[in-house]
């Protein structure tokens, strides 16, 4: 039955994307220097954190930096709405850039040539009817932060996020009413240099400042929604997690408890904190055991209690197989998050396991805890795509992946779970955030841009693009 089908009336269909992995523009408009900017492109990315000496400024003679130019959407947007428009889409995630505000971060005073283009952005976005979801901190940490103030190890960089935050706030009130604060706030726990703005030395004590740092954003996080309610009265703020359901890997007891820790550390410590307002009990005895002493300052508590987020936003794109004592050889090829192999799960050309039910897991588990509406803000197949002689390119893979997880989420929001929407990531290609590649492909909207940095940039339409513009006219109903 069609009509049976559908999603609730209002469901949000969109796309998702981060500014550093499409925009370009690495030095327009006044634009400062941020962590994606001086991370090459290829499959040292993430190693040149562990060089010795490495000193977060760009090499060009050494290495090829991707997000310089990404996608030209700085210079685009316009083009790039039009085809999220002709998608259908009802809402658009993106991320603003903190240095095109605040090049170094630390200044008092916003930088008025990136105010003007979100600006130009969100007026364009609303020229179709498009609601802009805005992440206001993704991956995107000024590198004078990073270098000076050791990133959000230091107090003081919570000033100036708030300073941040209340300046886009005031300037989009009437533009921007879905905001999010810091993408995959989790993601720091395995690494921390994304979203934490520091990288660990092998010889450090990894947690003493990983969770100071996670405390200072706890607190930033609950000023910013502090700061959106008092600003924008109707305007909804959502924290933003990177959610992989744990499965145990066999009934030893040991392993069930270990799989249940596991899950709390990794997918239910940020948005306890955020979510209800306090640390949990589980991260408290885990601070005794492991003489991890937070500095908390002594309004702190009550300002986490009082302002948590109105919604719960995650990305999905793996569940982790897990037991205590994993051999090296046990780890899945290619699974960012360190589980086993899972032997009922293929994989993508990453590596990284496709499992469709463990969204409908996650939306239970996340549901059944916080009983607060979720978004999946991000999901989604990296593939390599072919074009064929005629210019088309037939992503039938990529369909297929996100028909069976949507198809999940119908079956979640049956289980009574409470959904807004959904942005499946990288609705036009951009640059991949884990290896800065071009190749490792998202979109609907095929980009002609190669890893070796060439190609016209010129925009073309999938045939995932045909399919998802069904999918959002029939509401879901079509698949
Ligand atoms: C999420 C990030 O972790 O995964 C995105 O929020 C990222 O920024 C996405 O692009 C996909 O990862 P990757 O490494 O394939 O780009």
Not at 456 to 467: C, G, M, Q
């Amino acid at each position: 039955n069609y009509e049976e089908k559908k999603f609730p009336d209002g469901f949000l269909w969109g796309g998702a994307t981060a500014a550093n992995q499409l925009e370009g523009g690495f030095y327009e408009g006044g634009k400062g220097l941020n962590i994606a900017d001086v991370l090459p492109g290829g499959k040292e990315r993430l190693n040149v954190l562990k060089s010795p000496g490495f000193d977060f400024e760009i090499d060009t003679e050494k290495y090829s930096y991707p997000n310089h130019e990404a996608i030209d959407f700085y210079h685009r947007y316009k083009e790039d709405i039009a085809l999220f428009a002709e998608m259908g889409f009802k809402v658009y995630r993106m991320s603003i850039a903190w240095t095109r505000i605040f090049p170094n971060g630390d200044e008092m005073e916003p930088n008025e040539a990136g105010l003007a283009f979100y600006d130009r952005v969100f007026d364009e976005l609303h020229k179709y009817g498009i609601e802009p979801i805005v992440t206001i901190s993704h991956y995107e940490m000024p590198i004078n932060l990073v270098k000076e103030y050791g990133g959000w190890r230091s107090r003081e960089v919570v000033t100036f996020f708030e300073r941040y935050a209340k300046a886009i706030l005031n300037r989009y009130k009437e533009k921007v009413k879905y905001w999010l604060t810091f993408n995959e706030i989790n993601s720091g726990l395995e690494l921390p240099i994304f979203g934490l703005g520091f990288a660990i030395q092998n010889d450090e004590d990894k947690y003493q400042p990983t969770f100071q740092a996670f405390h200072h954003q706890f607190v930033a996080s609950s000023l910013a929604v502090k700061a959106c309610h008092e600003i924008i009265p109707d305007a909804k703020i959502g924290c933003m997690i990177i959610y992989a359901p744990i499965y145990v890997y066999d009934s030893k007891p040991e392993n069930v408890m270990y799989g249940l820790q596991k899950s709390r550390f990794f997918n239910n410590f940020c948005g306890d904190v955020q979510v209800r307002g306090e640390y949990p009990a589980f991260i408290k005895r885990y601070f005794k055991e492991h003489n991890i002493n937070i500095e908390i300052q002594p309004d702190d508590l009550q300002l986490l209690k009082t302002y948590t987020v109105d919604f719960i936003s995650f990305s999905y794109y793996m569940s982790l197989t897990e037991k205590e004592e994993k051999l090296a050889t046990d780890i899945g090829e290619g699974n960012i998050l360190g589980g086993m192999k899972n032997p009922f799960l293929k994989t993508s050309e990453w590596g990284w396991e496709i499992d469709p039910i463990g969204l409908r897991i996650s939306l239970n588990e996340l549901y059944d805890r916080y009983r607060k509406p979720l978004f999946i803000v991000e999901n989604g197949l990296g593939a390599k795509d072919k074009v064929e002689e005629d210019g088309s390119i037939h992503d039938d893979y990529r369909i297929d992946y996100l028909r069976e997880h949507i198809k999940q989420m119908r079956e979640a929001i049956e289980d009574g779970v409470e959904l807004m929407g959904y942005t499946p990531w990288g609705c036009i290609d951009l640059v991949s955030a884990s290896t800065g590649e071009m190749s490792k492909r998202y979109g609907f909207i095929y980009v002609d841009k190669h890893d070796d940095g060439n190609g016209s940039l010129e925009r073309s339409r999938k045939k995932s693009f045909f399919w998802y513009k069904d999918v959002i006219e029939t509401n879901g109903a079509k698949l």
